[in-house]
């Protein structure tokens, strides 16, 4: 009696060490737990509710126990990363953040970043860019961007539902119903609005002009095989807007090429993006360049990279940009044909690596573009000194 009870003693205590929290209550929903028609699992990274420990019971017979995430215990783990921000909000909150990927920045940067080179374009000789701008623009680019996945998944939310990686997006699961989702589309688009206004009557009436961009990308997938093209023109609308937010006017032969090629950026990024989802788009009946082009995506890739490039340099003449422009345009070139060379179309988790690191690409060009304004009024010293020696 005692050596049964000393026993059950020490297993319990070992399953506490092992799994804490094991023999507590186990709440699932399906917020949390996503298992494909097939039975393979999601691939949504913080999604873990569906793993198993394997331990050994009272009587020796092996035990499958859930994972549970901390947070399901009152226990919020805090730490700067997005995703940590979003898990210590209240429970009532977080899918709202979720449906607006406040989880997941990337897609605010590469939104961002068009209008920061533009906006550094635009800064007069030997000057930095307007902190007040990129700080407007930072706020503006965070709210369209929620406002764009906002739309996205109210579109989407049946193909969402047949999707693993989007299948516990907030309104495909149920967390948000669709009524909640246009309200809370309201309030993100008047957000933005209030940010707009911020600008002059020029750039209102170029930003305005975007909305229809906006609005219709999700349509595009079903219709067309190009829908990173649409989705192209419309994260890249800040390349116009910056410049015109500063000036008060676009320079279309700085702006147009600028705005070129930040497509066609949006063509290289978004086409490996696209990959991850290929066997599950031709499952729902989703179009996208990935199915498009194959197993000639790396050739296509190459094609877009040159036309980046090309655009990149032409922009760099319009504007007078100098040496450490077109050095960093040199790194951009290599960093480009290093991540295409590298790229395993049929590994997920190489696609969002390499889609992921287009962040670092934004910031290295915009990082150019400072420095070569910067160097314009070296340039220029040293020119005055040379006359005045004459």
């Known amino acids: 009696m005692f050596s049964a009870k000393l026993t059950s003693r020490l297993t319990l205590n070992t399953l506490r060490r092992i799994h804490p929290g094991a023999l507590g209550p186990c709440h699932y929903s399906p917020s949390n737990v996503f298992l494909h028609a097939?039975?393979?699992?999601?691939?949504?990274?913080?999604?873990?509710?569906?793993?198993?420990?394997?331990?050994?019971?009272?009587?020796?017979?092996?035990?499958?126990?859930?994972?549970?995430?901390p947070r399901e215990y009152g226990r919020r783990s805090f730490g700067l990363s997005a995703a940590a921000v979003v898990n210590s909000a209240p429970a009532s909150v977080q899918p709202y953040l979720r449906l607006m990927r406040l989880d997941k920045p990337i897609g605010t940067w590469?939104?961002?970043?068009?209008?920061?080179?533009?906006?550094?374009?635009?800064?007069?000789?030997g000057c930095l860019p307007h902190l007040d701008m990129l700080a407007l623009f930072a706020a503006g680019a965070l709210l369209m961007r929620g406002a764009g996945c906002t739309i996205n998944d109210m579109w989407d939310k049946d193909f969402d539902k047949m999707v693993a990686r989007t299948a516990t997006r907030p309104i495909a699961s149920g967390e948000i119903s669709q009524m909640q989702a246009l309200a809370f589309l309201g309030g993100q688009l008047s957000l933005g609005l209030g940010v707009l206004l911020c600008l002059n009557y020029y750039s209102i009436a170029l930003g305005a002009a975007s909305l229809a961009l906006v609005i219709s990308y999700p349509l595009m997938k079903r219709i067309t095989y190009w829908p990173q093209l649409v989705l192209g023109l419309t994260f890249n609308w800040g390349a116009l807007i910056g410049w015109s937010a500063v000036k008060g006017f676009c320079d279309w032969s700085v702006c147009l090429p600028l705005y070129f090629s930040g497509v066609m950026w949006t063509m290289i990024y978004d086409t490996i993006y696209a990959h991850q989802d290929k066997e599950d788009d031709v499952k729902v009946g989703v179009k996208s360049t990935a199915l498009r082009f194959h197993e000639q995506t790396k050739p296509w890739l190459s094609g877009f990279t040159v036309a980046m490039m090309s655009g990149l340099v032409v922009t760099g003449v319009n504007a007078e940009q100098t040496l450490?422009?077109?050095?960093?345009?040199?790194?951009?070139?290599?960093?480009?044909?290093?991540?295409?060379?590298?790229?395993?179309?049929?590994?997920?988790?190489?696609?969002?690596k390499k889609f992921s690191s287009n962040r670092n690409l934004g910031l290295l060009l915009l990082l150019g573009i400072v420095a070569g304004n910067l160097w314009k009024e070296r340039r220029e010293t040293l020119t005055q000194n040379e006359e005045a020696v004459r």
């Open 38 to 69: 097939g039975g393979g699992r999601t691939r949504d990274a913080s999604l873990h509710s569906d793993s198993r420990v394997l331990t050994r019971g009272l009587y020796g017979q092996s035990v499958s126990l859930p994972s549970i995430r």
């Open 110 to 125: 590469l939104l961002y970043l068009p209008s920061t080179w533009s906006i550094a374009l635009a800064a007069d000789p």
């Open 324 to 352: 450490p422009y077109y050095a960093v345009l040199a790194t951009v070139a290599v960093h480009l044909t290093h991540q295409i060379y590298t790229l395993d179309i049929n590994k997920p988790e190489d696609c969002w």
